[in-house]
Structures are given as structure tokens and as C-alpha cells.
């Protein structure tokens, strides 16, 4: 249902591709109004093409009140900016108090109209219909999606004007409502982008960018759209751990609509409330909007901020990285496995060949059989789990040395209550799940060792099967099983201040695979898109992208590849996707089928 920048496909010619000159469709249900026969669900309209404007026909003269109730169903899903053809199928104070703005509901197909007249009358001077669906999703006030269940049920009520006797309605559902089908055509997701509360460990830039999936409406200004949500600050979700640089209040001008100039230069007009900022407030407010137009169309290249008639600043794109640090800008160095000596092997991440080496250091002797492996994202640490699950060990990439004592030690009783898979966040921490039954935990070692932090985990229902962290290290993906179910769960990373002994918990965990029963394995693959490897109810093993918020992106899903254990991606979507499978370590590159890297090789990662 639409896509970050790293997974969204441009939409080919459609249907309507023959008005892409005028650039204009009417809905065809609202140009001819039906006058007899049962009334139906509305359809939902055909997906259009990407440069094509869907809009709809105002109310027909002495329209039934059925045809009233489709003709505002089908303008929900047309491209009027303001629902202004909506509102003309509302009497004038439900057309004043009818706000779209606050909430869609998305439904499996669109809505079903039911007629409940009182006594079955016609001639009466007011009607109800009751609107039904399935819910599959919202999309709130914040434009922030969520998956939902269950049946929709919303009354729609109308009165005849006593002196036009024009149907009209006086008591509309809330919000919006459609189809999936509409809401596809309609809606794209963008990520717009804040600052981690946390800098990253090391040298500048110190700041890293988040990003915070929304939805806007595809066909109407959605540069300006997301523009004005990313004033607007963080959904909720993200709330708690990211920060705007745009002070409180400011604002685009109400009559404000964004266009980039013929060199790919947007000027960006605020309010008076950003007049006073400085330089490099302003340069982190202008990376803000860089980061998040990126994944639109027509691009733009540099920013340049102006308040109260005058200018302040202009930021480059190739000047952004400098203000902060985006997840899917870094390029890993090498591709990691695991060999048939249990040994951990690397190769060059952007290898056509399939050449590989043992890591310099302690984990690439052999000493030590491994059965997963993490790398530190500056690639100068590796950590390593035993073959038996029991022990993790952390070793320098830099040169030789001894591997020393395990790090972390698991007490329980078989393999599948041991160690998982660990993963390096950005500060360069290291977290690990222990599924010992008698103490399944959560835990972090602060820069790969020391005591372990266990880290906060309420809402959590089941064990952790699998850990992936972010780039951006405030969001941490979990695989959770419960009896014979695996679900793929997103957190929130939130830290306490600083002491001898932080605070560290995962809140809020929502589901970013709610059709899948079974997941195999995951790996981050961009800014808010994972690649996922599970089967839905009574399925086949599947491979897709998933969004953060539970959506579906747009574009194909990766090549079809049976027997996958192990998945890495990349949040650079240049790399190539890799794979554990029954052919052993396989790689699929851009345009390119699946390849044999190491029929023997396993456990596959890229540094994070």
C-alpha cells in the first residue's frame, strides 16, 4: 500500500492512460446516476494512472437518496483537495462540521449501503443507510497507518430539503471510508524524517535521521502535504525518542504549494516563528525536508528556508549527510557468513564474484565453532553465537589476538532455549535474547560486554525468536513465538539518562506482519521497510517487504526462493539481497535471479 524511498516502484500507465493529456477522469458512477434496479455496494475505481486526476460529479438534480449516498462514497476516493464535491452531497451544516482530516478507514472492498427506511417508505422526509465492511486499516489524524480487524459499521443519515426537495446528507460517517483498491490508488506512504534523542558513538555527524512512515494523497500536492506533516512534528509512536528542529509553531503559509524550480531548488516559505533560528538550526530544518522529499517526484536537490520576506539558509543534498547520518545512505564495506569450518568469512558487499576470506581477528581462526554472527556497523567488532546456542563472544576486526571468555553465557537446556542471533545498534551496543525458559530475557551489553542490561520489555507476550535493530537505534525489530505462531513486532528503543546503570525498554510494540502466522526470519531492508520471510494461515513459505506501520509497499515482492532459514539486507538497497536456503549462501542482485555464493556457508548478515 505504497512504499519508503528504498521499495517504492513508480506506478506504469493504467487504465486511463489515454486522459493522461488532460490530466483529468470523472468518476464514472457519479456522471450517470442510475434511476431504478436494487442499490449495491459502490464500486471501487480502477487504479488510475500515477499523473492521471480522479474527480468526481456533483449531485444530480432530484437525485434518490440512494444515489446521493453513492455519489459521496465514490468523491471520497477522487482527487478534489478539499473534498469540496464530498460536501455538496452534505446539507450546509454537515458539509461545516464534516472533518475528512481525522481519520480513513480503509476496508477489504468498498463499502456495502443497506437501506433501513422506517416502514419501508420512500416519501418520507428523511432515510438511513447503514455503510458495512471489513476494516483492514486506518490511516488517523497524525496520518499514521495501522493495520485493523473486525466489521465496519457506520450509519449515514439524509433529509429532503423541504423547499428544493434535494436529498441531502445531514449525518455522514466519520471521516472517510473506501475501499482497499481506492486507498491504493489514492494514497502513497512517504517517510518523513526527525532527529534520534541519542547521537551515534564516535565522530561527526552525531545526529541520526528517523524515519517516521505517513500516508498523503498521491495526486494532491503531496510535496506541500508532507511538507506541512513534518511541521507538524513525530506521530505518537515515534514521539517519545525523535525531535524536530523546527521550533514550535511554525508553519507553511495557508495558501502555500511547493514546487521545485527548474534546477531541482525548493523554496520553502515559514512563518514568522523561524525567523530568529540560526545557521545551523536552520541547516538541520532544511536535512529535515531534504531527507523526506527525497522519495518524490519531481526530485529536489537543495532546500532554501525564508521567513518574514528573507532568506535563511539553503542545504545542498550533497551537503545533508554532514547535519545528520541517514540508515539507508550507509554502505556496508562487506557481506559476513559463517563457512563450513564454523569460521566467520566476509566478502566485498558489492561483489560480483564470489570470492571470501576469513575476518582478521579471533572469530576468523576457527578456534571457535559458530552457528550466527553480528557486525558492529563501523565494522571494527564482530560478535559470534557457539554452534550449541550457550556462549557469545565479541572480538576485535582490527588484528589477531586470543578470543578470550564468552561475553554472555545461557543456561538453557537445548539449543532452541539459547542464544539468538545478536545485533549492533548504533552506539555500539550489542543486544541478544536468551530464551531459557526459566528466564527468558531481553539483554544489552554496552559496547559489546560488561554486565548485561536487561532491558524493559512490557506488553511482550511469548519469547524472543530473533533481534534486529535499526541503523537509526531507536527502533528494534523482535520475532515473538507464542505456542505455535511467530509474529514480527516493532518497539521502541527508549533510554533513561545516563548513569552508572541506564534504564533501557522496548515499549509499544505493534505488529508489522499481521498477516503472517509463521516468520522465519527478517532483516531490516531501509529507513522503515523490512524483508520477511513467514507464511500466512494454511500457506507457503513467502517472501515480501513489509512497512514499519504494518502496510504492504508498493512494487514486486523479492524473486521467489524455497528453503530460506536466514535473510540479510542491507538498509542501502543497492546491496544485494542475501540468503540461507537449501543451496547454501545465496545472493540476488538488482535484475539478476538468485546466485550460488557457498553451497556450505550459513548465517549471512550485514553489519548491524
Not at 503559509?253 to 521545485?260: M, V
Not at 533510554?495 to 532483516?523: C, D, I, N, W
Amino acid at each position: 500500500m505504497g512504499a519508503d524511498r528504498e521499495g517504492r516502484a513508480r506506478r506504469g500507465p493504467g487504465r486511463a492512460a489515454a486522459y493522461a493529456a488532460c490530466g483529468v477522469v470523472l468518476l464514472a458512477g457519479c456522471a450517470s446516476m442510475p434511476d431504478s434496479g436494487d442499490l449495491r455496494g459502490v464500486d471501487s475505481t480502477p487504479r488510475q494512472d500515477g499523473q492521471v486526476r480522479v474527480f468526481a460529479m456533483p449531485p444530480q438534480e432530484d437525485a434518490t437518496s440512494g444515489e446521493i449516498v453513492q455519489g459521496f462514497l465514490e468523491a471520497l476516493t477522487s482527487d478534489d483537495p478539499n473534498y469540496e464535491t464530498a460536501r455538496r452531497y452534505l446539507t450546509a451544516e454537515a458539509a461545516r462540521t464534516w472533518h475528512p482530516e481525522l481519520s480513513t478507514t480503509v476496508l477489504a472492498e468498498a463499502p456495502d449501503m443497506d437501506p433501513r427506511r422506517a416502514g419501508g417508505r420512500e416519501d418520507t422526509a428523511d432515510d438511513l443507510y447503514t455503510l458495512t465492511g471489513t476494516k483492514v486499516a486506518t490511516v488517523d489524524a497524525q496520518q499514521s497507518y495501522e493495520p485493523a480487524k473486525g466489521a465496519y459499521d457506520q450509519s449515514v443519515h439524509l433529509i429532503r430539503d423541504p423547499k428544493t426537495k434535494q436529498w441531502r446528507i445531514d449525518g455522514p460517517p466519520v471521516g472517510v471510508v473506501m475501499g482497499k483498491s481506492d486507498f491504493q490508488r489514492n494514497y502513497m506512504s512517504v517517510n518523513k524524517y526527525y532527529f534520534a534523542d541519542q547521537p551515534l558513538s564516535g565522530t561527526s555527524p552525531t545526529t541520526v535521521a528517523v524515519a517516521d512512515p505517513v500516508y498523503v494523497r498521491e495526486r494532491v500536492n503531496p510535496m506541500t502535504q508532507m511538507v506541512r506533516s513534518l511541521l507538524n512534528g513525530p506521530t505518537s509512536w515515534l514521539e517519545p525518542v525523535a525531535r524536530s528542529s523546527f521550533p514550535t509553531g511554525v508553519r507553511l503559509p495557508e495558501d502555500a504549494s511547493l514546487t521545485p524550480d527548474d534546477q531541482n531548488k525548493l523554496t520553502v516559505p515559514l512563518n514568522d516563528r523561524a525567523a530568529r533560528v540560526g545557521v545551523s538550526v536552520c541547516h538541520r530544518m532544511a536535512a529535515q525536508i531534504l531527507f523526506t522529499l527525497q522519495n518524490l517526484t519531481p526530485a529536489v536537490d537543495e532546500v532554501e528556508l525564508r521567513a518574514d520576506g528573507k532568506q535563511l539558509c539553503t542545504l545542498g543534498e550533497d551537503e545533508a549527510p554532514a547535519v545528520a547520518t541517514q540508515g539507508s545512505e550507509e554502505q556496508p564495506q562487506y557481506l559476513y557468513f559463517v563457512d563450513a569450518r564454523k569460521r566467520l568469512v566476509r566478502m566485498a558487499a558489492d561483489s560480483t564474484g564470489r570470492q571470501h576470506d576469513p575476518v582478521p581477528g579471533a572469530l576468523g581462526v576457527g578456534d571457535k565453532a559458530l552457528q550466527s554472527v553480528a557486525v558492529s556497523r563501523d565494522e571494527h567488532k564482530a560478535a559470534g553465537v557457539a554452534a550449541d546456542g550457550k556462549e557469545l563472544y565479541v572480538a576485535s576486526l582490527a588484528a589477531a589476538g586470543s578470543l578470550g571468555d564468552a561475553v554472555l553465557t545461557s543456561k538453557g537446556a537445548t539449543a532452541n532455549d539459547r542464544l539468538t542471533t545478536p545485533s549492533w545498534d548504533a552506539q555500539g551496543d550489542l543486544w541478544v535474547a536468551d530464551r531459557d525458559p526459566r528466564d527468558a530475557r531481553l539483554l544489552l551489553l554496552e559496547d559489546g560486554g560488561g554486565d548485561p542490561l536487561t532491558v524493559d520489555t512490557p506488553g511482550l507476550d511469548g519469547r524472543i525468536k530473533d533481534v534486529r535493530v535499526a541503523a537509526d537505534g531507536v527502533r528494534i525489530a523482535l520475532v515473538v513465538e507464542k505456542g505455535d505462531k511467530q509474529s514480527l513486532l516493532i518497539g521502541r528503543i527508549e533510554r533513561g539518562e545516563k548513569s552508572e546503570r541506564p534504564a533501557v525498554a522496548v515499549r509499544e510494540l505493534r505488529s508489522a506482519a499481521p498477516e503472517l502466522e509463521e516468520v522465519t526470519a527478517m532483516s531490516w531492508a531501509g529507513d522503515s521497510r523490512l524483508v520477511v520471510v513467514g507464511r500466512e494461515r494454511g500457506g507457503v513459505q513467502q517472501m515480501r517487504y513489509v512497512q514499519v506501520d504494518g502496510s504492504t509497499p508498493e512494487g514486486p515482492a523479492p524473486a521467489a526462493l524455497t528453503g530460506v532459514k536466514e535473510i540479510a539486507a542491507s538498509e542501502d538497497d543497492q546491496m544485494p539481497l542475501v540468503a540461507y536456503s537449501e543451496d547454501g549462501i545465496v545472493r540476488l542482485r538488482t535484475g539478476t535471479q538468485w546466485e550460488k555464493v557457498d553451497a556450505e556457508g550459513m548465517a549471512p548478515v550485514y553489519p548491524g
